[in-house]
């Protein structure tokens, strides 16, 4: 980057100025760093989405000045977005938070105190509650953005050290479902394909997902292929809302929120209707089922339930633009193509029934065989850069621990506690609280002691305002580890700096089972340390003040390693090669060594090094690709779908029926809300709204209205306008646009503003699958307050 | 954050004087003019600047304080580029 957009300015103005007085200037780049002055370049991967673009951070005398992604890289092929290409202004960005700070009462201010004070402070209000109310009064809330190390350090020592499972993370809030369709209709978590499938696919369907801007380096590779083949290659975008994504599509259903299921049940029924079934891929490969009993049932079942989702029957259900010949038109294209790939994000996931809609999905890959050849893949996007790799896979939600090992089975609980050296029965054998059900503990008063790392549940829960009121609860102590102040630092007792990307080592795992490793390459700022360091002397605070050697043991494998690589290696190294070993995910040959040779990473499995440096796994389960298949092949066939959660090693067709939102409008509150991301800001903003260029591109949320409900509302542009749900309320400035449908607005949750922080609108009913909450959904009314209004954006700049 | 481009004209002969106080200035970056052979001093008594601070008010209240400077005529606005402020 030669210029940024301010210096750019400033030439304007001093060339207009100079015009004024007949001068000539002699401008000049001195002094200022370009990204090809770049004395170093480190190789990581991208802080933010989940689609894990490789990076190269640029320093010019230690000092970070650049990124630029990585062009033999399979994820990204060396492009970034805006945000990728600016994150590493947040490295030593004067807002960063660099010493511990710490109040008793959280009506009181902070004060700075030393890593020891903090440590001593954090392990005895831990211990006394642990002591006073049992071990489940504590609990640990992480997120899909910390390092796989961090989770995996973390949830260790709270399930084996401090003996409960109240180990969460915010991917229970957008990954649960996508966790739960994968286990229950394939057997395994994670996707079979990947990227690699993108450029050989030729009819894209993508529900729920406004890939274009939540993805937009995926989004690129899509869009490629459609334009360079705009006859061969189809794209749908199911969503009830015309988004960037819809631009590059042939159709568009735009359905009615919530009717998704619908949708996809009468595609399956075209389907068979027209005798687009994959025969042989059903007879080798896939069983019917239903219920929670999980019953096998016949085809003859399976399409009798179909019935009630004829196109025409659907169609009305569907509403929107939806006819039957349209939802026949896409089964078909499904079907015919001789590549389909499905792609989804938050749009299925955030639903009442989302596991059952990702269900649907794989079904119609399962009917069609659309599986496991190449260009063919049910994909789901992750939004988080590690919730795959740290969260799903590390052991960071309450009822799984590290290598998809369900807490609840005794076999795969004691196997981790034989490996990690603790005596059988540490782990208690009850998942623990989910998110939802966790921060609910707090309200209640039955958590005593939680420890947010890196995320902002105040700001990022459904149904905001009610549990940011049991975060405030004096009787819960609340810790936060993270590189800002947020919405979350401001409910807290103590606030701990933590070192940033790159400037700490670790890995990552992205939407496609890939593993890849970003390097330190400076140091944090002040007295910000890696999460890794304050886990294990937190840890080793813990077995004194609880006189409990176990906890000690948890931690002493990494004991005297220094903090900005060789502990975490030593923690990767005792996951890889201790936990994933002969698991499905496994990733003994992914070490730091062959990591730091790889330009992107290492698909998994990837039993061993020789194997991982070819890149991994491109396809699960098919012979020939698949370590593993070979490994367990219990026939001559193709493909071997082993995965650990299907005895019977089978593709599951479900029978799930259309279940609507949990809270559809009625007559007080007549619109649909919907939420999402805008393509420069990420998550609440606390990173993104850091970088000018970002925040001043959209520097606060609005509401979407269809210009029908405007005329009737008597809303113009740029009018405030008030939106009220059953839990809260915000005021937004109004943008009239073709974008959601004619009875729903849509709403960015990016703004950390009160006025503008949607959360505290939407609703907390959840999935009782996945419980992952129906953010997605709710019912609100609109109303016009005033004219336009200058509105000033907001960032939570203090704690 | 507001940039504004200014002409500032100089009582003649003091210019170098004046720049050399601006370039002192926070916020304030003063602009070289080009040297042309065989005429060396092609503008005695105008000077380029901008001026970037965080608000508009900020930025008045600069413009003042630049016009008490000794030997400073007059500051004049050229290019003025305001986007929203951002408050903490």
Redesign the interface.
Known sequence: MALTRRQFIKRTAALTAASFCGVNLTIKNENRAHAFDADKWVRGSCRLCGVGCRVELGLKNGKPVALRGVKDSRTNLGYLCMKGMLFYKLIHHPDRLTRPLYRKRKDQPFKEISWDEALDIAAKVFADSVRKYGNNSVAYYGSGQALTEETYIFQKVMRAGLQTNNVEGNPRLCMASAVGGYLTSFGADEPIGGYADIEKCHCFFIIGSNTAEAHPVLFRRIMRRKLDNPDKVKVINADPRVSPTSRIADIHIQFKPGTDLALLNSMAYVIIEEGLVDKDFIKNYATFRKGKKKVEVSFDEYKRHLDAYSPEKAAKICGGNVTPEMIREVARLFAKSPATMSLWTMGINQRIRGVWANNLIHNLHILTGQLCKPGADSLSLTGQPNACGGVREGGGLCHILPAHRPVKIDKLRHQVEDLWGVPRGRIPPKPGYHTVAMFQAVNDGKIKAIWINCTSPVQSLPNADKYKKGLEREDCFVVVSDIFPTRTTQVANLVLPTAFHFEKTGVYGCTERRSQLTLKAVDPPGDAKPEVWIVREWALRLAKELNDPVIKKCVEPFMGKEEGFELPKAIWDEYTQKLTKGRDNDLRGATYEVLMKMPDGVQWPAPTEEFALKGGTVKKFVRGLDPLADEHAKDDLPFQFYGPAHKDKRLWVWIRPYKGPAEAPDSNYPYYLSTGRIIDHWHTASMTGRIPELMNANPYAWVEVNPKDANTLGIRPGDMVLIESRRGRNILPAKVVEGPMAGMVFVYWYDQHEDRMINRVTKDAFDPGSKEPEFKICAVRIKRLSGPKPIKPFLVNSV | ?P?????VTVVPGRKDEVKARLSSVKGC?V??????PGNER??DA?I???L?TETSDAMEALVEDLKGIEGVITV?L????V??????
């Open positions: 954050m940039i504004g481009g200014f002409v970056d602009y070289e003019e080009e040297a042309t092609q503008n105008q380029v600047i901008t970037d004049d050229a290019y003025l580029n986007e929203d402020e951002v408050v903490r």
